[in-house]
């Protein structure tokens, strides 16, 4: 089965402060995403990365940045929290050339800004 | 722009009901839709569908894909209370690397 974890389940931080969030993958899959969950708003778009080393903005990347050193690692950063950033956050992976749409999905990190 | 409409928003229904679930798109080179089920943590897969009029079947869920009307529906029949969850829509389009999502359509059984 494929396994995409996710670092932290839950987290609390203060305003201002540096946030990474982690992401692994065990089944070499290319493609890696990071959304971001919010009632009312659905699943948003926030990175993905296709590729190591490479990454595409997705529907509101702002606020943040990522990493993929690794193919199975993928690394959401919040250089400055903000309360607005409180939310569930949701790592997903798919195969490259197999893919079919399919999303595999972390356990989520929610984040609580202060 | 692509959009996915799910309806209803919500519902909320008696143990032993058929519910139908409603997923219409608009968007321009499209793939494949799925569905995927969502309780209290992270999106689970239910079905894929790329092809209209193919019903896709897993015990009391079934779903099938109208590419011509461009929509889609989730049968859920004789739900249990363990069907409560939130049912999200999505579609792949292009390369298959961005899915466009649905708000979902949140469900409640009650016993």
């Known amino acids: 089965d494929v396994k995409v974890t996710q670092s932290s389940r839950y987290l609390v931080k203060r305003t201002g402060e540096k946030v990474f969030l982690e992401c692994v993958q065990d089944m070499d899959h290319e493609n890696m995403f990071w959304y971001r969950q919010d009632p009312g708003l659905g699943l948003r778009l926030i990175y993905f990365?296709?590729?190591?080393?490479?990454?595409e903005k997705g529907d509101i990347p702002e606020g943040y940045s990522v990493s993929r050193e690794k193919k199975e690692r993928f690394s959401l950063i919040l250089e400055s929290a903000s309360t607005n950033q409180t939310s569930m956050y949701l790592c997903?992976?798919?195969?490259?050339?197999?893919?079919?749409?399919?999303?595999?999905f972390g356990e989520g990190s929610r984040l609580t800004v202060l | 722009e692509d959009k996915v409409v799910q309806s209803p928003l919500s519902l909320v229904v008696h143990e032993g009901d058929t519910v139908t679930l409603n997923c219409s798109y608009e968007v321009t080179n499209f793939r494949s839709l799925l569905w995927y089920k969502q309780e209290k943590k992270a999106p689970t897969f239910l079905f894929m569908l790329?092809?209209s009029g193919i019903e896709k079947k897993s015990g009391r869920l079934s779903s099938i894909l109208d590419k011509k009307e461009l929509f889609s529906i989730l049968n859920i029949t004789a739900t249990q209370t363990g069907d409560s969850a939130v049912y999200l829509c999505?579609?792949?389009?292009?390369?298959?690397?961005?899915?466009?999502w649905g708000l979902g359509t949140s469900l409640a059984v009650n016993p």
């Open positions: 999505a579609v792949s389009t292009g390369n298959n690397r961005k899915l466009i």
């Open positions: 990365s296709y590729d190591v080393k490479m990454k």
């Open positions: 790329t092809s």
């Open positions: 997903a992976s798919s195969p490259g050339l197999a893919n079919t749409g399919e999303l595999f």
